[in-house]
Every structure is written in structure tokens, then in C-alpha cells.
């Protein structure tokens, strides 16, 4: 089933804002769960929200992208709370909340998942740089950001990871906010993408429509662009940290702040390795690394980490570029995790975040597998 | 200089492999000194940041072996540990690390004489690679 959301005041933005509305006025809804610029700030942040009222100041289409919200829903769904929640999400923060329910992190139970075509992000830095010179507003971004299609937004940069995204369109959601290949000058519409998703729209009384002709021609160039930058994006960081050495000079700012780590939606043990004893050396053990080799260079333990989070997480990674956000040496962790996990990905045949009911790669095995890596002849 | 020594360093299961490297001692086979046996419990417990740190530190060469499929004292940790290094066989040469520096074997308890055997071959294999390149380049 399929929707139509007018234009309010010649604003998708509040147009989105009444559709909102008249979702958290249902009996079924008790609260929204979305962006929304702060009271006395410029900040917008994901907010739970329970008072139709403050929808006004919702911020659903805009290059903000301050964390991964996958990671927050889990923490309003990984136990019951008795109240329905309906939670608007970009596509990559969807399957990092897919990853997480699979390890019994969150649960769909209580939430409406509501994806939204993604309205881009600008990096976290460019984004603060961005707001202090007079940004657009929130209309004029949308219209500018999807009618150009470039890879800057007036000299401030898109996240690569954006530029990179094979999958900006939602899947495996309630409802879907399309936006794009819709002729958003008469509005915008909604899909239902499962039965909870259909009732919602059903009993909204909301105009029907059907799926424009463009959309399907849209989706797929974007999808092309994207994907042959993330080609160019990815032969161009495998060639940069090819060897030991060059790996060790990528990440030799690295302070082991684990902020990429603490950013990370799909880094999911509850006390991570690194901050354990097993890494509390013994003062003596820098003195023998720095004698065996004439200097040791602190912290220690740097390649190291990022090799073993790429062991346990690439197969999970959902490409959302938060990792290069978080790094205050401004390393591009994302390129080297976006790079690594499409081989995991591939040589497990997984697609995090897209079906809840496929497992974790290194949580199942089969008996008779991968027999050609087994053996010395 | 001298003929190049490697460092191979093999984690092997308490079950099978290290019975069968007991059993080669005890039957006075020798094999490479080159190898330092560490047991483990089971290969399923050999996280893949145990392997990434030995080649970071130098190491040439990582052998896991453990039971035969099937034959795995906790039922079914081989199955996992097989995952894993599938897994890092895919991402360890991305860095620079050969795929074949890194191997897999099923040596059950009874067999000590394969067990030499096979030490025997992977030293000449790792010996003929010539050294990691972490040997020169630790990371650490």
C-alpha cells in the first residue's frame, strides 16, 4: 500500500511533520523516535519524542549525522517497555539495528520501523563547519541535495561513506519514505512495507497513490554512481595500506582513543578485549619491544586492535562511515573497514542488516565447508 | 648470514594434536624446533587476535590444528575455528600477509607420526616463503 504526503506550506519538511503528527496521535503510537533540533541550539539529535507538539521542531531530511541511532534503538527496544515506538531511521542505521537484534541486543516487538530515502551526510566536522555558515534550510537542502546529486554541498563533504553507499534505500522496514524518483513538488509518498506497516497507513485515511514510473530508474543510477565510487573508493585504500609497513604509517596517529569502537553500531560485546588487563603490559615488556628493536612507539597495541576489530566485525560492518567521524587524528578507518568487509562479506556470502533470520556468519558453520583451506600437502 | 630460521608458532588442540605431538616424543620421532607448540584447549577457543598478534610480532608462520570434523572433544569447535580462519585468510593478504602463512590441519591423537610429518613439510613450505615481512616490520 501506498501514500501520499502533501507539501505543507510549500515544505516537505512540514509535511512530514503533520504525517508525524497524526502518527503519534494514534492510539496504537506512544512515541516517535527521530531527529530534532534542540531547544536554544543549532544541534540536532535523535530524540524520543512523546508530545505531538514538539514534532514542529523534527528534523527528518538534513545532512546531520551525529551517531549511528541503530545503536540507540537498540537500547529503547532490548527490553520491553510496554509502549509502541515508531522510529524513523536512515538505511544504514536499519541494518546496524538488524545486526544487533540477530545478537539479541534489540527487538522489533515494540517499534514500527519507518526508513526514509537518505537525505546524505556531511562528515561530523564539515557538518559543524557547514552550520556555522549560514546553512539552508531544511527544504532548500533536500531540493539542492537530490537534484544535484554531487559529492560536496558547497564545498563541505559528504561523508565518503555516502558517496559510497550501495544501499541508501531502505529494506526490510514498515514503511518507507520515498523521495526519490517521486516528483517531490506534489509531495512525497509512503510504502507499506509489512502487515503492522500496512494497518498504520490504512487507518491514517491518508490519500492513495501508487509507485511512480521514474522511481525504479532513480534507484538504479544512484545505486551505479554510488557503487562505482565505492569501487574507485576502495582499489584506491587497498593500495594505500597494501603492506605491513604502509598499514603501520596509515594508523600511526592512532592514539587508541577507541572512540571508532565506542561509534561503531555493530561492535557489539559488552566489554571489549582491549580494555582488559591482556593490555595493561607490564613496564618491563616496553623496555624488551623497545630493545628488540631499538624504540617501541606508544601506546603500542594500535595495528593490532584495528586488525582484530576487523576480524570480529568486518563480516557485520554496515559501511555508515561513523568510524572516520569519531577518530580526533582524523584517520580514515571507514575506507579500510568498507574495503575488508566486502571480502568478509563475500567469502560468507552475508549481507548484514538485511534479513533478521541470517545468522551471523561466525556464529553457525556447516560440516562440509571451506574444506580447501584445510590440510598441508 | 646464515640459513634463514622461521618462527612458526602452532596452537594445538589438547585432545588430538597435542596427544599426537606427545606421541611423536614419546615414539623419539623428531620434528622442526622451529615450531613452538602452544596448547590449547580446543582450536575453537583460538580467537582470530591470537593469530594476528604472533604475525604482528614476527611470527612467519601460524599453524591451528585440532581434531578431525566430527572427532571434537566439545562436539563442534573445529566447525568454528575453521570459520575463522577462513576468515582471516581473507583478511590478513589484504595486508600483506600470505595466505598460505597461515594454516589449518586435523592431526588426530593417534596419528604421531603424521604429526611429524606434517611439522616437517610446513617448516620447509614457511622456510622456502622466506620471512614475514613483520619480521622486519613489527607492529606492535
Partial sequence: MMIKIEQEDNSLTKGLHQFFKRLLEMQEIDALFLPVRLKDSSSIMPSLVTDPAQIENAVPLSPAFPLNSGRMVSRLSYKESGRKTAVLLRSCEIRAFIELIKLKQGSRQE?????????????????????????????????????????????????????????????????????????????????????????????????????????????????????????????????????????????????????????????????????????????????????????????????????????????????????????????????????????????????????????PPLSVFNEREFEDIVGIK | MGTFEPVIVAFVCNWCTYTAADLAGTSRLSYPTNIRLIRVMCTGMVDPQYVIKAFLEGADGVLISGCHPGDCHYINGNYKARRRIKLLKEILPRFGIEKDRLRLTWIGASDGIEFAEIMTRLNDQIIEMGPSQTRLNKAI
Fill in chain 1, 111 to 359: 517499534l514500527i520501523l519507518i526508513g526514509i530515502d537518505c537525505p546524505k551526510a556531511l562528515t561530523l566536522s564539515d557538518y559543524t563547519a557547514y552550520m556555522e555558515k549560514d546553512p539552508l534550510e531544511d527544504d532548500a537542502y533536500i531540493q539542492k541535495v537530490f537534484s544535484e546529486k554531487n559529492e560536496t554541498l558547497n564545498g563541505f563533504n559528504f561523508s565518503s561513506a555516502c558517496n559510497t553507499c550501495e544501499n541508501p534505500f531502505p529494506v526490510n522496514t514498515d514503511m518507507n519514505i520515498l523521495l526519490h524518483g517521486v516528483d517531490l513538488s506534489n509531495g512525497m509518498m509512503v510504502e507499506s512495507g509489512s502487515e503492522a506497516g500496512q494497518k498504520i497507513l490504512e487507518s491514517l485515511n491518508m490519500q492513495q497513490t501508487s509507485m511512480p514510473e521514474k522511481r525504479e530508474e532513480v534507484v538504479t543510477q544512484i545505486k551505479e554512481v554510488n557503487s562505482k565510487a565505492n569501487e574507485a573508493m576502495i582499489e584506491d585504500i587497498t593500495e594505500k595500506t597494501d603492506s605491513i609497513s604502509k598499514l603501520n604509517a596509515f594508523f600511526d596517529r592512532c592514539i587508541n582513543c577507541y572512540n571508532c569502537r565506542n561509534m561503531c553500531p555493530v561492535c557489539y560485546c559488552k566489554e571489549c578485549v582491549f580494555n582488559t588487563d591482556v593490555f595493561y603490559h607490564q613496564p618491563v615488556q616496553y623496555h624488551q619491544w623497545a630493545e628488540k628493536n631499538g624504540l617501541v612507539k606508544l601506546p603500542t597495541d594500535t595495528v593490532f586492535y584495528h586488525l582484530t576489530r576487523l576480524a570480529h566485525i568486518s563480516h557485520a560492518c554496515v559501511g555508515c562511515g561513523q568510524c572516520s567521524n569519531a577518530c580526533p587524528s582524523d584517520i580514515n578507518v571507514f575506507e579500510v573497514f568498507k574495503s575488508v568487509a566486502q571480502t568478509t562479506q563475500v567469502a560468507f556470502e552475508y549481507s548484514p542488516g538485511i534479513d533478521e533470520n541470517d545468522p
